[in-house]
């Protein structure tokens, strides 16, 4: 999978606002120049969660790009063809997906939603920390797993390891 090419992942959540792109974000920077990250939604927020951007901005990431949107974005014929697709959310892992191009590598990882954090604004920005940290730890395990250049099964199947290891 790995032959020079760019490897292009798409995390999908329901809302596309706080996990996806934070996964988004940390592929992006762990897998800088082999590795493309993008996120979107079943039912995307109108914005970007506000302490989503903060958490970036707290750990060093440029946001500027990041956006809420739709996953149609993802399956016309002018979209970039995904090698992996990983929904983030339980919602959007039962959620019929569209049909994509080239028959990706499709994986569920289940991190707790940050967004639904009731409470101080500590807690907030702890939930946040906590996913932006988990969602760095599996993207740097999916790197590490797609340049051992598994067969695709293998690949599926320790790529859905990685969220059972993670929480």
Do not use: Y
């Amino acid at each position: 999978m790995t032959s020079g090419k760019m490897i292009n992942v798409l995390f999908l959540c329901t809302g596309n606002s706080a996990r996806s792109i934070l996964c988004e974000t940390a592929l992006n920077c762990v897998g800088k120049g082999k590795f493309a990250g993008f996120s979107a939604g079943s039912q995307p927020k109108d914005e970007v969660h506000p302490m989503t951007l903060k958490t970036l901005e707290t750990f060093g990431i440029a946001a500027e790009d990041c956006r809420s949107k739709s996953w149609d974005e993802f399956s016309g014929a002018d979209a970039p063809i995904m090698d992996i697709v990983v929904t983030v959310c339980d919602n959007a892992a039962a959620e019929v997906c569209p049909v994509w191009p080239a028959s990706p590598v499709t994986v569920h990882w289940s991190i707790p939603d940050p967004a639904t954090v009731d409470g101080p604004s500590i807690a907030q920005e702890q939930a946040f920390e906590r996913a932006w940290r988990t969602a760095r730890q599996c993207v740097s395990e999916l790197v590490n797993t797609v340049n051992e250049e598994p067969t695709p099964a293998v690949l599926s199947q320790r790529l859905n390891a990685i969220s059972i290891d993670s929480n």
